[in-house]
């Protein structure tokens, strides 16, 4: 699914959409549980994975992890697309590792509100759904280099954690009940 399939109604005058962004390591579930998530919110779908210049995807399907440096266009073409759809009245919800603080506040920059929602995922489960992806340019080597930089959300952050093993239905139904 892509933006425009899941294209949000503008919401109650006066309201603020919701802009979250659904985060964690390679293969916690970020789109799936993404595109269900927009879809009950009537919010548009950002894929993050999308955004990325080919330079990092070429990079990363070599095995090399992206290093802080090249993450920032990446996040900025997110953090862009995010504001245009909240300044548009558009609820979002975009798919986004946002491992590190640092990450998260730059998505921030651009629209202040965003909620992340953290799919929280141990290492191993992470490894074997990233394996058992088809198509995709992570390779599963990749996965214990996420963990190593991983700074899960602080309690002062606007973040929900979930856990990640549970299916989509529930996560989605956790996300919408936290409001």
Known sequence: MDEEAAQAPAGVP?????AIVVMGVAGCGKSAVGIALAAALGAIFIEG?????????ARMASGEPLTDQLREGWLDAIGRRIAASVGKGQGVVAACSALK????ERLRGFCPDIVFLYLEIDPATARER???RKGHFMP??????QFAILEPPGTDERALTIDATRPVADAVADATAAG
């Open 101 to 104: 603080r640092g990450y998260r």
């Open 14 to 18: 006066g309201s603020v959409p919701p």
């Open 130 to 132: 990233v394996a058992g």
């Open 140 to 145: 599963a080597s990749l996965v214990d280099s």
């Open 49 to 57: 994975d999308r955004l990325h210049p080919p330079e990092n995807v």
